[in-house]
C-alpha cells in the first residue's frame, strides 16, 4: 500500500453552502456541491445541514453519486455535562456515522463557545484551574471510549472562538486526555490561533485522526486579532481559503503525515463568500493542490 492508497481527499460543503452564514451560498443546492464535488475528484464529503437526517436515506444519496461519508461534526457539550448525558445526546447522530461507514466522529465543544456570537474572539472561553483541564479530560476520555466501542473515534477539533484554540491548549487537552481520544487537525485554525501548523502537527501527530486542510491569509489575520472582529466576520473578510491559496505550508504538512504512516482523510474545509471564492474553482483548487502534494510525496 502507497501513502496515495492510505489518504483518501474529501471536501466540506461549506465551500458551497456555509450552515453558521446562510447568507454564504445559502440558495445553493446539496446536489451542486456532491455534483461539482464529485467531478473535481473528491472521493467524499463531510456533512452539513442540508443532507438527510435518516442514515439510510443519506447512505442512498451518497452512493449514487458515488461518494463516500467522510464524517460529520458533532456539537458537544462536556465542558458542562456529564458522559452519560452526552452519550445519550450523541445516539442519533452516531447511527448516522456508524451506518455510513464513518471511522471518525468530528467533536466541536460549543458548551460557551462564541464562533458564532458577535463577541471578539478574545472573549472566548478558557479553562484557568489544572483542575478544570483534568476534569474536562477525564470526561473526553470515558466519551471517547464509548465511541471506540461503537467503531468510532473522537476526533476532537480545536476551533476558535473555543475552550481549545491556542497551540498551549491544544498541548494542554493532549495532556489531559487518553489515546481514545484523537485529534483533528485543522491547519487553518491551528495557524489563525497563534501557531505554526507545522510544528503543531509534528508535536502532536501520534495522536491525528482527521486533518482538515485549509488554508489562511496572513494579512486578514492581523486584521482580526487587531479591529477585534468575531469569528464570522473574520470568515466573512477572507481569513481562510483553500490549500494553495495562502501561506500555509502544506508539502510540509502532507510530508510528515507520510513520514508518520497517517491514514485516513485530508479534508478541504475553507470558510469563505462563494461570490467572492467560486465555489467550484476553489473546490477544484483545493484538489490539485493536495493530489499533486499527495502524489509528490509518492516520489520521496
Avoid at 478574545?122 to 479553562?127: D, G, I, N
Avoid at 491544544?170 to 491547519?187: K, P, Q, S, W, Y
Amino acid at each position: 500500500m502507497s501513502f496515495a492508497d492510505d489518504v483518501k481527499i474529501g471536501i466540506n460543503p461549506i465551500s458551497w453552502s456555509n450552515d453558521d452564514l446562510p447568507s454564504l451560498g445559502g440558495e445553493t443546492p446539496l446536489a451542486t456541491a456532491l455534483g461539482e464535488g464529485r467531478a473535481i475528484g473528491y472521493r467524499g464529503f463531510e456533512l452539513g445541514n442540508k443532507f438527510p437526517a435518516d442514515p439510510e436515506e443519506l447512505r442512498r444519496l451518497m452512493a449514487g453519486y458515488g461518494l463516500e461519508v467522510v464524517s460529520g461534526w458533532y456539537s458537544g457539550r462536556l465542558a458542562r455535562r456529564s458522559v452519560e448525558e452526552e452519550t445519550i445526546a450523541v445516539a442519533a447522530h452516531l447511527r448516522k456515522l456508524t451506518v455510513n461507514g464513518c471511522r471518525v466522529m468530528v467533536y466541536g465543544e460549543v458548551a460557551d463557545a462564541i464562533q458564532g456570537e458577535p463577541q471578539a474572539l478574545h472573549r472566548r472561553p478558557r479553562f484557568v484551574e489544572d483542575a478544570a483541564w483534568r476534569a474536562y479530560g477525564e470526561r473526553l476520555t470515558r466519551f471517547g471510549r464509548y465511541l471506540l466501542d461503537h467503531g468510532v473515534r473522537l476526533a476532537y477539533h480545536h476551533h476558535m472562538g473555543a475552550y481549545v484554540e491556542s497551540p498551549a491548549d491544544i498541548d494542554r487537552l493532549m495532556a489531559a486526555t487518553g489515546e481514545e481520544v484523537g485529534l483533528l487537525f485543522d491547519t487553518g485554525h491551528a495557524t489563525f490561533g497563534g501557531g505554526d501548523a507545522v510544528e503543531i502537527l509534528q508535536r502532536h501527530i501520534a495522536r491525528v485522526c482527521h486533518v482538515h486542510c485549509k488554508d489562511v491569509r496572513p494579512a486578514v489575520v492581523r486584521l482580526a486579532r487587531n479591529r477585534q472582529w468575531t469569528f464570522l466576520q473574520s470568515v466573512v473578510n477572507g481569513v481562510f481559503t483553500v490549500p494553495g491559496d495562502g501561506a500555509i505550508d502544506f508539502a510540509s504538512v502532507i510530508r510528515i503525515l507520510r513520514q508518520h504512516g497517517y491514514k485516513g482523510w485530508l479534508v478541504v474545509e475553507a470558510e469563505q463568500d462563494p461570490a467572492v471564492a467560486p465555489s467550484f474553482a476553489f473546490a477544484r483548487k483545493g484538489f490539485r493542490t493536495l493530489d499533486a502534494l499527495v502524489r509528490a510525496e509518492l516520489q520521496a
